[in-house]
């Protein structure tokens, strides 16, 4: 059974950090691309940031200069450090195993002073 479990999220005052966690288990996952999603309230949920199988990364336009998606050396867990946070980035966090339908049940993720 595939299971993605998402950890590290919080309330964090603008300007700060915060690194989640998505550990995989179930499959060999470093034959696939991870990435993270975010949906706040009332919106879509959109890419965030994504890596592939060979380490290769994208990033949303709003994550450039704040984000690192990265992963371990076995693949089986994939981090997202998130630096200078914005109130907008106040959301819940998603990981996917990609290109599939596995995912994670998410973090809250709550930017605020």
């Not at 693949?75 to 109130?87: E, R």
Request: charged letters at 15%.
């Amino acid at each position: 059974q595939v299971q993605l479990v998402e950890s590290g999220g919080g309330l964090v005052q603008p300007g700060g950090s915060l690194r989640l966690s998505c550990a995989v288990s179930g499959i060999i996952s470093r034959f696939f691309g991870m990435g993270w999603y975010r949906q706040a309230p009332a919106k879509q949920r959109e890419l965030v940031a994504i890596i592939t199988s060979g380490g290769s990364t994208n990033y949303a336009d709003s994550a450039k200069g704040r984000f690192t998606i990265s992963r371990d050396n076995a693949g089986n867990t994939v981090y997202l450090q998130m630096d200078s946070l914005k109130p907008e980035d106040t959301a819940v966090y998603y990981c996917n195993l990609h290109p599939t339908n596995y995912w994670g049940q998410g973090t809250q993720v709550t930017v605020s002073s």
